[in-house]
């Protein structure tokens, strides 16, 4: 199975901060990557699919980018709404596989 | 635009089995492929595995296997999830999930907890 590594972990940042999460694959994934928002007690919600493009209805301060194994997911001028997890998902293979989860937390 | 409705909260014993539900609305079902994802209390997303519209076939997460089934009933546009010989570390929130073309998972269920409590 891919397996997706995220980094970092936790994420301490300010309103207004520009955040950068680096999603990495322990194998070629091409640009079949997605990004998801998730708030305590919700479902996911996909901000960006194809590794860099924005979910309809998704704001444009989130942006992707990356191909083959490194990722990454920025959020320009945050805003208390963007304090959230982050997961990258692969759906490369028939088997999906979610990063571990980058948690952005208000400094 | 495709809904995903799931069915309530359940409580089971440890070795016990439970069939999770997911009523599809808006789409044919026989035309979607619905995934099952899982998030245990604090942790993170857990990919368990999808029932292929195109030929029926289901695709299982390899720590899974022998435990979980995947079935649909498309005379009722509704998929289900069972898990068995349920463990403690089974306890998690239950989602179903639909991809778009090329997407990642574009629409969501609203979630089912499962709790494995003696």
């Known amino acids: 199975d891919i397996q997706m590594t995220q980094s970092p972990s936790t994420l301490s940042a300010s309103v207004g901060d520009s955040v950068t999460i680096t999603c990495r694959a322990s194998?070629?994934?091409?640009?079949?990557l997605a990004w998801y928002q998730q708030k305590p007690g919700k479902a996911p919600n996909l901000l960006i699919y194809?590794?860099?493009t924005l979910e309809s209805g998704v704001s444009s301060r989130f942006s992707g980018s990356g191909s083959g194994t490194e990722f990454t997911l920025t959020i320009s001028s945050l805003q208390p709404d963007d304090f959230a997890t982050y997961y990258c998902q692969q759906y490369n293979s028939y088997s999906r596989t979610f990063g571990q989860g980058t948690k952005v937390e208000i400094k | 635009q495709v809904q995903l409705v799931q069915s309530g909260a359940e409580v089971k014993k440890p070795g016990a089995s439970v069939k999770v539900s997911c009523k599809v609305s808006?789409?044919?079902?026989?035309?979607?492929?619905i995934h099952w994802v899982r998030q245990a209390p604090g942790k993170g997303l857990e990919w368990m595995g999808v029932f292929d519209a195109e030929n029926g076939d289901t695709i299982y997460a390899q720590k899974l296997e022998g435990r979980v089934i995947m079935t649909e009933d498309t005379s009722i546009d509704t998929a289900y999830l069972e898990l068995s010989s349920l463990r403690s570390e089974d306890t998690a929130v239950y989602y179903c999930?639909?991809?778009?073309?090329?997407?990642?998972?574009?629409?969501w269920g609203q979630g089912t907890l499962v709790t494995v409590s003696s």
């Open positions: 808006g789409y044919s079902l026989s035309d979607l492929s």
């Open positions: 999930a639909t991809e778009g073309l090329h997407t990642g998972f574009e629409n």
């Open positions: 194809k590794a860099s």
């Open positions: 194998q070629s994934i091409g640009n079949w």
